[in-house]
């Protein structure tokens, strides 16, 4: 079955940065469009970063452009998250998800088939 596990979250103090991995499996992953996520306590599900199967296309939610960069490896099947200048506010648990169809819009959650388990990312002011 499809597993995707992020790994590469921990605790950093504001304007450092972090890159944290998804790894896929079960899944022939060059077919899929990739997202991150993150949910912070007692808040919804927020898209910040979605990438194309080829990776030649990416989006941005606006709290994260400049400072937040997605990429994949194909052929290594791995979606990364390259997060610079981080803040208090980027705390969260950060989720990576497989989008189940490209006609489908990447910022909703219910729009993505497979979840990871999240990855905690704490940032200390």
């Known amino acids: 079955q499809v ?3 992020e790994s590469g979250g921990g ?3 504001a304007g450092g940065s972090l890159k944290l991995s998804c790894a896929a499996s079960g899944l022939t992953f060059s077919s899929y469009a990739m997202s991150w996520f993150r949910q912070a306590p007692e808040k919804a599900r927020e898209f910040i ?3 194309s199967r080829s990776g030649g296309n990416t989006h941005y939610a ?4 400049g400072r937040f960069t997605i990429s994949r490896d194909n052929a290594k099947n791995t979606v990364f998250l390259q997060m610079n200048s981080l803040n208090p ?3 969260a648990v950060y989720y990576c998800a497989a989008l189940r ?3 489908l819009g990447y910022g ?3 729009n993505y088939g497979s979840w990871g388990q999240g990855t905690q990312v704490t940032v200390s002011s």
């Open 3 to 5: 597993q995707l596990v």
């Open 11 to 13: 605790s950093v103090q």
């Open 49 to 51: 970063a979605h990438i």
């Open 62 to 65: 606006d709290s994260v452009k």
């Open 89 to 91: 506010e980027d705390t």
């Open 101 to 103: 169809s490209p006609l």
């Open 108 to 110: 909703s959650p219910t």
